[in-house]
C-alpha cells in the first residue's frame, strides 16, 4: 500500500511533535499531530488525492474490483472529493484505447466541491424533497456503482449519531435500487456493526453478495464499516415486501 513507510531498514519513523500554541485547545494540538504522523495524510499529498479516504475506496475497490473501465459511477457525499478522483482513475483507466469504453462519475454534495476532471460535480442536499429524483435527471440513465461516504455532523450522543448515519444510509440505498443496473454495486459508510439487521436481510434480499468492511485506511480509533453489496438482482427483488 503507498500510504506505508518506505524508509530503509533499520531506520526509525520520524514523528512529528507539535507544541500546544497559545489560543489551541489539547485536543486541537492532538488532530494536529495525528494528521502531520499520518501516513495516509502524507500519500494523499504526495499523490494530489484530496483527503486520505481517498485510500478507503481504493482499498476497497483493490480488493472487490467494483470500479470497472467504462462504469458509471455516483458518488453521494462526495466532498472533498476524493473518493470521485479514485473513481475517475479507475473507470476511465482504458479510455485511451479508442476502443474501450469512457466511465462516468457524478458527485453530489451538499457543500460546493472544487472541480475534479473527468467529474460532474452538484452541490445538493440528498435528504432534500425530490434529491433523488434531481440525480437521476443528472444522471440519465442507470449506473453501475453508487456509493456513499455521507456522514451526519457528529452530536457527541451515539444513539443519536447513529440514527443519524442510518437514516443517511437508508435514503442512498433507495436511491440505488431506483437506479443500479443489474449486477451493480452499493458501497456505504456505516458503523462499527456493520449495516443494521433489517438492512442487512434487505441487501441480502437484492444482492448476491454482501460484505461488512473496515478498510486499512480506517483509522482503528474510527466507529466507522463499510457495507459492500455487490451482484444487483434488480429492482422487482428491491420492491418486494420481506414474508
Not at 127 to 155: F, T
Request: proline share 4%.
Amino acid at each position: 500500500m503507498t500510504a506505508k513507510n518506505t524508509s530503509g531498514r533499520g531506520q526509525r519513523e520520524l514523528r512529528v511533535r507539535v507544541k500546544t500554541a497559545k489560543g489551541r485547545k489539547l485536543s486541537s494540538t492532538l488532530w494536529l499531530e495525528r494528521q502531520l504522523n499520518d501516513p495516509y495524510v502524507q500519500a494523499a499529498k504526495r499523490e494530489g488525492y484530496r483527503g486520505r479516504a481517498a485510500y478507503k475506496i481504493l482499498e476497497l475497490d483493490d480488493k472487490y474490483g467494483f470500479l470497472k473501465p467504462g462504469a458509471r459511477v455516483v458518488d453521494l457525499g462526495c466532498a472533498p472529493g476524493g473518493w470521485c478522483q479514485v473513481a475517475v482513475g479507475r473507470v476511465n483507466a482504458l479510455s485511451q484505447n479508442p476502443k474501450k469504453p469512457q466511465g462516468r462519475v457524478l458527485g453530489v454534495d451538499l457543500q460546493e466541491v472544487e472541480p475534479i476532471p473527468g467529474a460532474e460535480l452538484h452541490q445538493l442536499d440528498f435528504l432534500s424533497d425530490d434529491a433523488d429524483e434531481k440525480v437521476k435527471d443528472w444522471l440519465g440513465g442507470r449506473a453501475d456503482v453508487v456509493m456513499s461516504d455521507m456522514a451526519a455532523a457528529a452530536s457527541g450522543h451515539k444513539a443519536t449519531d447513529h440514527l443519524r448515519i442510518i437514516a443517511l444510509v437508508e435514503a442512498a440505498l433507495a436511491f440505488a435500487f431506483d437506479v443500479l443496473e443489474d449486477g451493480g454495486t452499493f458501497v456505504a459508510k456505516v458503523l462499527a456493526g456493520g449495516a443494521e439487521n433489517e438492512m442487512q436481510a434487505l441487501l441480502k434480499r437484492n444482492f448476491a453478495k454482501v460484505a461488512n468492511v473496515k478498510p486499512p485506511a480506517s483509522r482503528s480509533d474510527s466507529s466507522e464499516k463499510f457495507v459492500v453489496a455487490m451482484g444487483f438482482r434488480g429492482r422487482q427483488r428491491a420492491e418486494e415486501p420481506e414474508e
